[in-house]
């Protein structure tokens, strides 16, 4: 099942044309990461002290399908997907909240973007590459 990260766009978000600015789309979907992270009981400062390990992007795509202004609420959706032993994937959807006209009726979700990152796992110092630590496997694997 998703996680799902709630969040308001700041103005630091936006460009001069007062919309999110593309790469911030991409910063707001690790803010998910990491709170999902941290919800499952993986606190990041301690389990890359703990283990030596690091778990950087190797790869990122984007789709932007609406635009974002200052002051929208989103609901941010994050599943993960093991690549294979050392990596995984996660899949981020960014819903903007639409807020109904009558109060007694529901908020709606539009489909603001879609996101992809590929993690690897790898030893901080050698930069080789290890199997992923098994809580981070856990997490993936219940995703």
């Not at 998910?32 to 778990?55: C, I, K, S």
């Not at 989103?74 to 807020?99: D, Q």
């Not at 973007?113 to 796992?121: G, I, L, M, N, S």
Request: aromatic share 10%; hydrophobic share 50%.
């Amino acid at each position: 099942m998703p996680f799902s990260h709630a969040r308001t766009v700041r103005f630091a978000d936006t460009d001069a044309a007062g919309v999110v600015f593309f790469a911030r789309y991409l910063a707001m979907c690790h803010e998910a990461y990491e709170e999902a992270l941290a919800v499952a009981g993986l606190p990041l400062a301690r389990f890359f002290a703990d283990t030596g390990l690091v778990v950087p992007i190797a790869r990122s795509e984007a789709s932007y399908l609406r635009p974002l202004e200052c002051g929208d609420r989103l609901r941010i959706e994050v599943s993960p997907t093991r690549l294979g032993e050392h990596s995984f994937a996660l899949a981020f959807t960014l819903w903007k909240i639409v807020p109904a006209a009558d109060p007694a009726v529901a908020n709606t979700e539009k489909r603001a973007a879609v996101a992809r990152t590929e993690h690897v796992c790898i030893d901080a110092r050698s930069r080789e590459r290890r199997p992923l630590p098994d809580v981070l496997a856990a997490w993936v694997d219940a995703g």
